[in-house]
Nanobody
């Protein structure tokens, strides 16, 4: 079993930046495809970004391209989400997720978003004020 713990959320003004972290334990991190998802109040969970096991391939939702960057450090068992140029509509609870049977590509297209993944963090709240 893999356990995931997110951190780094908070309140930021529009145009600002935040970096989320997700620390994994319980399974060899390099065997996991990793992704970030988010859920805003009253809305369905949506895909944000995903990264392959060896960091070679990344995927982003269209609205995040150019603003968000996903990365991972397999030596630290951690995946990151750097969020720049934040907008009020980015306000949501952000979750990291792991798939040892999935791929970064699959994470980006499967619907409902995040379906069939193996582990989820508890979520971290990001609030962007206008």
């Amino acid at each position: 079993q893999v356990q995931l713990v997110e951190s780094g959320g908070g309140l930021v003004q529009a145009g600002g930046s935040l970096r989320l972290s997700c620390a994994a334990s319980g399974r060899t991190f390099s065997t996991l495809a990793m992704g970030w998802f988010r859920q805003a109040p009253g809305k369905e969970r949506e895909f944000v970004a995903s990264i392959s096991r060896n960091s070679g391939i990344t995927y982003y939702a269209d609205s995040m391209k150019g603003r968000f960057t996903i990365s991972r450090d397999n030596a630290k068992n951690t995946v990151y989400l750097q969020m720049n140029s934040l907008k009020p509509e980015d306000t949501a609870v952000y979750y990291c997720a792991a798939g040892y049977r999935s791929t970064a590509a699959a994470m980006s297209v499967i619907r409902p978003a995040g379906n069939n993944l193996d582990a989820w963090g508890q979520g971290t709240l990001v609030t962007v004020s206008s």
